[in-house]
């Protein structure tokens, strides 16, 4: 049973930073995409950044590039999320979600596995 722990969201103001975590666990993770999402109230879930296990390759979207940085702890089998220079507008709940290595990382319907979503609020 594959498990996905989100943690570090909050509450910051606009400039400042938060570190999302992801602890999986359940499997190995080694043939695995793993990335985040998030959603905002009346908006669908969107991606975030994505990192594929093996061999690191990295992938974001145009609005956190150059802001937010996705990286990996193998020995720990967690998936971080360093969010700089926040904004307002990236208040969103933010999910940490996994499937296999070869999907598409921008497609929400290719990932097998969610996990429960974690609050990050960017007052102005």
């Known amino acids: 049973q594959v498990q996905l722990v989100e943690s570090g969201g909050g509450l910051v103001q606009a400039g400042g930073s938060l570190r999302l975590s992801c602890a999986a666990s359940g499997r190995t993770f080694s043939s695995y995409t793993m990335s985040w999402f998030r959603q905002a109230p009346t908006k669908e879930r969107e991606f975030v950044a994505a990192?594929?296990?093996?061999?690191?390759?990295?992938y974001s979207a145009d609005s956190v590039k150059g802001r937010f940085t996705i990286s990996r702890d193998s020995a720990k089998n967690t998936v971080y999320l360093q969010m700089n220079s926040l904004k307002p507008e990236d208040t969103a709940v933010y999910y940490c979600?996994?499937?296999?290595?070869?999907?598409?990382?921008?497609?929400?319907?290719?990932?097998?596995?969610w996990g429960q979503g974690t609050q990050v609020t960017v007052s102005s």
């Open positions: 979600a996994t499937g296999l290595v070869g999907l598409r990382v921008g497609v929400r319907s290719e990932y097998a596995y």
């Open positions: 990192t594929r296990w093996a061999g690191g390759s990295t």
